[in-house]
């Protein structure tokens, strides 16, 4: 290790790396995610000094998981040293029954969702996350071991967004080694997981793996420089696919999408791979990304006329209409129903944000629920549109028309925003919104510099 790996990080290389990641925005209101651990408690003290010195406000968040005993006293022990510190923490507990498998995935999950939720109610737009140099390069070996492609071995962007908030990892080019003379200089103490060493993770047994790879020249500054490669790589593609959505795809605000045929076959493959990909993580409400190996499978058959009458993926129907392919929702699987009040906002089948409008008078009559209109609510609803839907599917295809967003109450469907109904009498309406978890357009992945060496 040279001496440049283990010096502590000084308030000038701090705001380096942040600035180098380019999204933290003024007036300054950060959040850190703070587990205890020497890269988070590093991460937190080093923001903390920034943000003040630019008027600014930061929060330690600590998530407790309640996974293993005393993690409780372990929250508690970390919103002290902060508060020594100056800093305003909080701790956000996970409650609810735990999974018994892949727990390390559902804690992650749980983790952001607690932490997005927070931000969002106390109007935080940018969350700080401490992952490092070595963190980077385990994160590629563990996708290279799945067999990932490009987007896989860009592990980790420096910038990322999730929903409202940001994610910003001004570490990536750090090794831990620094992180933790940084604390020993600052006088810090901080708390070992005993999970980073448990060999039942993956992760853990790369970290064992690390000294053996070095001896033959593999090393997380090596394996760091390839994600950084891997990530110019990724940004390129992203534009090009974006490039071919904006002139072969045809979203409708109803949550489906039309397809140019000849536009997509006729691309370069990983373009024409990431394109569709795109379109079917929008319209199926995956809470992942659509595997790639069946969109491979799937832009084959597409390619070689061997669809057939269509095909269901990753909540998806695929259709092939002459020229065009339909990319619907799949009406099994679709978000359960949600009630809903005059005045209320709720989320449905990840997809839509619906709210309603209209007087309250407290009736009980007048809680609705929003549900897929379906096969049933379609012939009521057909049966009183004043403008009948025709044949040639222009206003909304048949294959769609049971998965558009309903309101109703006991007596049948009140309103369907995309076909303009609302039954007669009603002062009720249905504001839907087509927003998507995975959207056709998302932040482009963010590129360090590879001519940036490793700080």
């Known amino acids: 290790m040279t001496r440049l790996d283990d010096t502590p990080l000084n308030a000038r290389e701090f705001e380096q790396l942040v600035t180098l ?41 600590i998530v407790d998981h309640g996974l293993r005993p005393g993690s409780d006293e372990e929250a508690t022990l970390v919103a002290d040293w902060l508060a020594f510190c100056g800093i305003e ?26 932490i997005q939720s927070w931000c969002v109610e106390h109007d935080v737009s940018d969350v700080l996350l401490a992952h490092h140099r070595d963190d980077q390069a385990e994160t590629f070996l563990m996708r290279l071991g ?14 990322s967004q999730r929903d409202s908030i ?7 080019q750090v090794p831990k080694a620094r992180l933790i003379s940084t604390l020993k200089h600052l006088g810090q103490p901080w708390i070992e997981d005993p999970a980073n060493h448990d060999p039942a993770y993956v992760r853990s047994k790369l970290r064992e793996a690390m000294p053996s790879l070095a001896d033959i020249g593999i090393n997380a500054e090596g394996l760091a420089l390839t994600t950084r490669r891997m990530a110019r790589a990724r940004a390129a593609l992203d534009h090009y696919a974006t490039e071919l959505i904006h002139s072969a795809v045809e ?32 319209v199926g ?21 061997r669809s057939g009458k269509g095909r269901t993926l990753a909540g998806c129907r695929i259709i092939e209409k002459g020229v065009r392919i339909l990319v619907c929702r799949e009406v099994r699987g679709i978000g359960d129903r949600v009630t809903l009040k005059p005045g209320e906002n709720r989320r449905w089948d990840e ?16 809680v609705c629920e929003v549900r897929r209109l379906g096969a049933e609510g379609w012939r009521t609803v057909a049966a009183q549109l004043e403008k009948p839907l025709n044949t040639e599917d222009e206003i909304v295809p048949a294959a769609v028309r049971a998965t558009l967003p309903a309101l109703w109450d006991q007596a049948g469907p009140v309103g369907v925003p995309h076909l303009n109904f609302r039954r007669d009498g009603t ?20 590129v360090v510099s590879v001519d940036t060496p490793p700080i």
């Open 251 to 282: 979203c409708h605000a109803s949550g489906y999408c039309w397809i140019d045929r000849d536009s997509l076959v006729s691309a370069p493959e990983e373009i024409g791979l990431r394109a569709l990909s795109r379109v079917i993580g929008a």
């Open 351 to 366: 997809r839509f944000d619906v709210s309603l409008r209209g007087p309250f008078t407290g009736q009980s009559t007048e």
């Open 166 to 172: 940001r994610l910003v990892r001004p570490f990536l």
């Open 146 to 159: 799945r067999k990932s492609g490009v987007d896989g071995l860009a592990a980790m962007a420096a910038v």
């Open 285 to 305: 409400a995956g809470t992942t990304a659509p595997r790639y190996e069946r969109v491979e499978r799937l832009f084959g058959d597409i390619r070689q006329n």
């Open 427 to 446: 002062k009720l309406e249905l504001d839907v919104r087509f927003t998507p978890r995975w959207p056709l357009e998302f932040t482009p992945f963010s």
């Open 21 to 61: 990641a380019g999204a933290v925005k003024f007036p300054l209101r950060v959040a850190v995610a703070t587990s205890g651990g020497a890269d988070s408690m590093a991460l937190c003290l080093l923001t903390h000094r920034w943000v003040e010195n630019h008027g600014g406000k930061c929060y330690g968040l």
């Open 89 to 114: 923490a909080h701790i956000l507990d996970w409650k609810g029954p735990k999974p018994t498998r892949g727990v390390q995935a559902a804690a992650r999950e749980a983790r952001y969702a607690l």
